[in-house]
């Protein structure tokens, strides 16, 4: 397998010296269709416990799956999006295991065929970096039911409620080097699913899920013997994982110890991985062909449908927004989230400049939104207001700093800019008689100063700010300047 | 002979059927004389020929993605040896 | 009508015709097999009766013919082998793992023969999830064949797995009954209780609501005491069924029309590699005269050869009890079935609910099963068999590009004694090895009784057809049938007053 080369900049100091983490990942996402893989019970999350069942998915005697096609389809769709390799013809394999909420002792799922090859990701840092994450592989397969284990001192109960589900495997190469980078593999996927509408991407429903494989090596070394973590269920928690995990290997290793490939459990609680028990056992799943089901076998005519009808992707997004004069940061932080995107985009259609709707977005929204804990889609400025605020600003009616302080009032009180900039006066003055009258106030009042600016012409900034304090913020700060220079007969700046 | 009776044990554990000791040499004598008796197909020149998936000459059936199946949970439960408010219970597993 | 004084001698051609022309109720039809069934116990043919169901069913059968509304099977009263799930009727694949297990649902089969009117009289008895060929497995007892070797009164079996089927045909419990065949569950023992067995192609009969045993292979047929019977249930019992990935969408032709077109100039093929070592002389002979009766009729003979036949079984003892391992996976004692007791962590009750639930030979094919698909051996075993059933697949796919049918024994032998054969599985296992090669290819074929052995206990000849071509192989079957005359009966030693 081809790993990439070591990232200086990610590698971890220990005591015996630096240490490079390498992760892989596997992410589980719900395919969004309305009945199961191979059932036609509903999807829905949150159901009375086993009323989503049929017979096939409690594997009553005599029950066979039947495959839907919108979950083929959805896969293939995926597929593209990651750029890869749709195959043509795949494998439904029978994955033997005993486990109560794994009602046939088998499950459904795609072992040496998969519906999808290789592929890739491009994932854009902080620091303005970006970093290909290589995609092995796409499968389809049945998700198990629910074990509630809290419900009773000694007994566990099941509901069957998920069994059957559509799930799309996707596992990434070992190519990520840190938590953050791990993270942002995991955004990155989860905003392309989300753009493609294969998956609702919603982690806390667990409709999104991911194991994580951390191993450390000695940057350039051979890779290390990982380990993979389940139930890593928020963005944050992939953080916390991959760190406490490598933070754990290292020290083992450092003392002179050895890492046993194992399963292990994240718990959020106290922010740590633990082995799993019920994976202690060697597993042998005996995989065979499903001989209740036939290959999986489709034309590349179809296929070729499927790619002309998908929408625009993160990437293309972004491309067409750097085009539009923003930041590559910038563009990659507002394709990030699919709503974030459109929010611009219907600022940019509402005659917005684009380089100012972003900024606004990424400088003032998106801060107070954070603040008030809401997100794009629930907060309060529509991007039309939104939209109107930032022209104010570029047609000089209003300037940057009442821009904040109607941003706060149709923060709080909603309405359409403009009357609410005629309304309270805001508009900012550019007739220079009344600035020429608050200029020459200003300069009687304040001989001293005015010597002073003679002096170091620096200084004049104090002129311009006492004018635009006796007319509230409203004069036209160009305008202003250019009168105090001929007032005080200062050289004109370059 | 292909198995011996860590083999058998282990088969078993797979398989989740309980073998008293007593059974193990039994199943390692049944298991060796049935796995013996295949083996005769090593004779055969399989070299180039796939393995069949099916007999069937045709193609994967798809459904529609419409909700059509489910909605009673009371006859899901019917035959559950042990069930309470429609879940099935087993002993308590550790995760 | 003359049967009409015992309705149970009827044919299901003649019944039909008797209730159409009002000479017996269904009623009455439905109550003489009632009470054979009750009188029949000693031969153990049923799991479970149902004489209310048949008896209810009856009259409204009698009721749609008054009204001119008859449907094909009107009042006809079948016995259902019970690896059939039936709504609200226990089913038990023979098995202790399912208890008491009532399916809320009907299987595509069984319930495509309600639709056309049929009544069940009972579930039969089998070998355990269909597992063996003398129906000596079952957690319900051995059932007992009704024929006796001259002079002779020992018990010997029926055949399997479908033992209880054939037995209930056979002894006239029941005009018709319901087998499954995943290595000859149908034609073996048809062929040793002396009735018409047939097994269609793979994907003519759905399999949804049948208790799986090994899915690539598994495929449900009519049982019958003629060629015609079984026509006329096999239209019924097929059907495409969307609910089963692998039930095939082809159109179900009027099977008992096409009987009457005989054999002339017909190809009939004539594998060498069934004439083998051991089996007695008396299976060599019948085939012969199977031959003769064919070209008789104006069928061209030809010798062929099916070169890999002879791996078959062992192919077959792989597959199976690899697809056996996983299918039986679901018998775990959490959503029905049998539960050991008094077990207090998950591993143990799997094992011991496994281990208390399962017969012998069901543990042992779990286990062979499991093996051959275990890490490392896969591809020795599991790989490698699948590979030989594709040449076993192509060498019929060869030869049936110069013939219509192929003609073979059924069983290398006639029924034996209880207990004779299953110290050494091996041995029961060779009872398949005329029958088993089909399956592997998916094909059809037929086993119609043909003449008796030294000792006077029946046996079979088998026609092999193509895939789909259900109606000449019953035509073949038909001509077979005609030449051997096959009256003899057995003696109805069983019936309790
Ligand atoms: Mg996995
Ligand atoms: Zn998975």
């Known amino acids: 397998m081809s790993v990439a080369p070591a990232r200086n900049t990610k590698l971890i100091e220990g005591a015996t010296g630096a240490w490079e983490i390498v992760i892989g990942m596997e992410v589980h996402a719900q395919v969004s269709s309305k009945s199961k893989l191979f059932s036609g019970a509903a999807t829905e999350f949150g159901a009375e416990p086993n009323s989503q069942v049929s017979l096939v998915d409690a594997a009553m005697p005599g029950m066979l799956p039947v495959i839907n096609r919108y979950c083929v389809e959805q896969a293939v769709k995926t597929g593209l999006g990651l750029k890869a390799k749709v195959n043509l013809h795949s494998v439904f394999d029978r994955k033997n295991y005993f486990y109560p909420d794994l009602p046939a002792g088998y499950q459904i799922s795609q072992y040496k065929q998969p519906v999808v090859g290789e592929g890739e990701i491009h994932i854009d840092l902080a620091s303005g970096e970006s970093v290909r994450v290589g995609i092995e592989r796409l499968h389809l397969e049945q998700d198990a039911g629910k074990s509630l284990h809290d419900q009773h001192p000694d007994l566990t109960y099941i509901d069957l409620n998920r069994a059957g589900v559509a799930l799309m495997e996707i596992v990434s190469r070992p190519d990520m080097r840190s938590s953050e980078e791990a993270a942002a593999f995991l955004r990155k996927m989860r905003a392309i699913l989300r753009y493609l509408g294969t998956c609702d991407g919603n982690m806390e429903a667990g409709s999104m899920r991911a194991d994580v494989n951390v191993s450390v090596r000695r940057p350039g070394a051979a890779l290390g013997t990982r380990c993979e973590i389940k139930n890593v269920n928020s963005m944050r928690f992939i953080v916390q994982a991959v760190e406490f995990e490598a933070r754990r290997q290292i020290d083992i290793l450092e003392a002179g110890g050895s890492i046993r490939q194992e399963t292990r459990l994240f718990d959020s609680k106290n922010g740590e991985t633990r082995p799993m028990r019920s994976k202690e056992e060697a597993h042998d799943y005996r995989y065979f062909p499903d001989p209740d089901l036939l290959p999986l076998t489709f034309e590349q005519t179809w296929v070729d449908e499927l790619a002309k009808a998908l929408p625009e992707l993160p990437d293309e997004k972004k491309l067409r927004f750097m085009q539009a004069g923003l930041s590559a940061y910038d563009a990659a932080v507002l394709v990030g989230e699919k709503e974030a995107a459109d929010y611009f985009e219907e600022m940019v259609r509402e005659g917005a400049e684009a380089k100012a709707a972003a900024n606004w977005l990424n400088n003032e929204y998106f801060g107070r939104l954070n603040k008030a804990g809401l997100t794009i889609s629930s907060g309060p400025i529509s991007a039309k207001a939104a939209s109107l605020t930032v022209s104010l600003v570029a047609s000089n009616v209003i300037s940057g700093k009442i821009a904040k302080e109607l941003t706060d009032i149709i923060w709080r009180e909603g309405g359409d800019p403009r009357e609410i900039v005629e309304r309270l006066g805001l508009r900012q003055v550019s007739d220079t008689a009344a600035i020429e009258s608050a200029v020459d106030a200003v300069i009687a009042a304040n001989p001293d100063k005015v010597e002073e600016v003679k002096a170091k012409p620096k200084a004049a900034a104090w002129f311009v700010g006492q004018v635009m304090k006796a007319t509230q913020g409203k004069a036209n700060p160009q305008v202003v300047n250019a009168i105090l220079r001929r007032r005080l007969n200062l050289p004109d700046e370059g | ?95 | ?497």
């Open chain 2, 1 to 95: 002979m292909p198995v011996d009776r860590e083999t058998v044990r282990r088969i078993a554990r797979l398989a989740r059927l309980a073998v008293d000791e007593g059974q193990v040499a039994a199943m390692e004598t049944e298991l060796n004389a049935l796995l013996t008796w295949v083996q005769q197909l090593e004779e055969v020149n399989v070299e180039g020929v796939p393995p069949m998936t099916s007999v069937v000459e045709q193609r994967l059936k798809m459904r529609e993605d419409m909700v059509t199946d489910g909605g009673y949970a009371g006859d899901i439960i019917k035959n559950a040896p042990l069930a309470e408010n429609h879940f099935f219970v087993v002993p308590k597993v550790v995760e």
């Open chain 3, 1 to 497: 009508m003359a049967r009409a004084s015992d309705p149970t001698r009827f044919t299901i051609a003649e019944a039909r015709d008797a209730l159409a022309t009002k000479d017996i109720s269904a009623r009455e039809l439905a109550q003489a097999h009632v009470d054979a069934v009750a009188r029949a116990r000693s031969l153990n043919a049923f799991i479970t009766e149902t004489p209310d169901h048949a008896l209810s069913r009856a009259a409204q059968s009698d009721a749609r013919i008054a009204a001119g509304e008859a449907r094909p099977l009107e009042g006809i009263p079948l016995a259902i082998k019970d690896l059939f799930c039936t709504q609200g009727v226990r089913t038990t694949a023979a098995s202790r793992i399912l208890d008491n297990f009532i399916p809320t649902y009907e299987s595509t089969v069984s319930q495509n023969l309600w639709d056309a009117g049929a009544l069940m009289v009972g579930k039969t008895n089998l070998d355990e999830f269909a597992m063996g060929s003398s129906n000596e497995t079952s957690y319900f007892g051995p059932v007992t064949n009704p024929w006796r070797a001259r002079g002779r009164n020992d018990d010997l079996v029926p055949g399997g797995s479908s033992g209880g089927s054939a037995t209930a045909v056979a002894a006239h419990l029941a005009l018709g009954a319901t087998g499954t065949d995943t290595g000859g569950s149908i034609r073996q023992p048809a062929a040793v209780t002396g009735i018409v067995g047939l097994k269609p192609t793979y994907g003519r009969c759905s399999r949804w609501g049948i208790v799986a045993f090994a899915s690539s292979l598994d495929q449900a047929g009519p049982m019958t005491r003629t060629v015609r019977d079984a026509a006329i249930m096999l239209k019924t019992m097929a059907s495409h069924d969307p609910r089963d990935s692998t039930s095939v969408d082809v159109p179900v032709p009027d099977y008992e029309a096409s009987l009457g077109r005989g054999v002339a100039g017909l190809k009939v093929g004539i594998p060498k590699e069934y004439r083998i070592d051991g089996a007695p002389p008396e299976i060599d002979e019948l085939w012969k005269r199977g031959v003769e009766w064919l070209r008789a009729q104006g069928a061209e003979i030809i010798d062929v050869s099916l070169p890999h036949t002879k791996y078959a079984l062992p192919a077959y003892y792989i597959v199976a009890p690899a697809e056996a391992s996983s299918n039986l996976a679901r018998y775990d004692g959490v959503r029905y079935g049998h539960r050991a007791s008094g077990v207090s962590d998950l591993t143990g009750l799997y094992e011991r609910t496994r281990a208390e639930g399962f017969g012998r030979e069901v543990r042992r094919r779990i286990m062979i099963g499991t093996y051959v698909l275990s890490a490392g051996y896969y591809d020795a075993y599991y790989l490698r068999a699948q590979r030989v059933r594709t040449l076993i697949a192509r060498d019929f796919a060869d030869v049936f590009q110069r013939c219509d049918v192929l003609l073979t024994p059924a069983t290398p032998c006639p029924a034996f004694a209880v207990g004779a054969k299953t110290a050494d599985p091996v041995s029961m296992y060779l009872n398949d090895v005329f029958t088993v090669t089909v399956n592997l290819a998916g094909l059809p074929a037929i086993s119609v009784p043909a003449g008796l052995s030294h000792d006077g206990l029946p046996l079979g000849l088998q026609i092999i057809g193509k895939a789909f071509d259900e109606a000449t192989v019953l035509r073949a079957g038909r001509a077979i049938e005609t030449a051997a005359d096959f009256r003899a009966a057995p003696q109805d030693w069983w019936r309790s007053a």
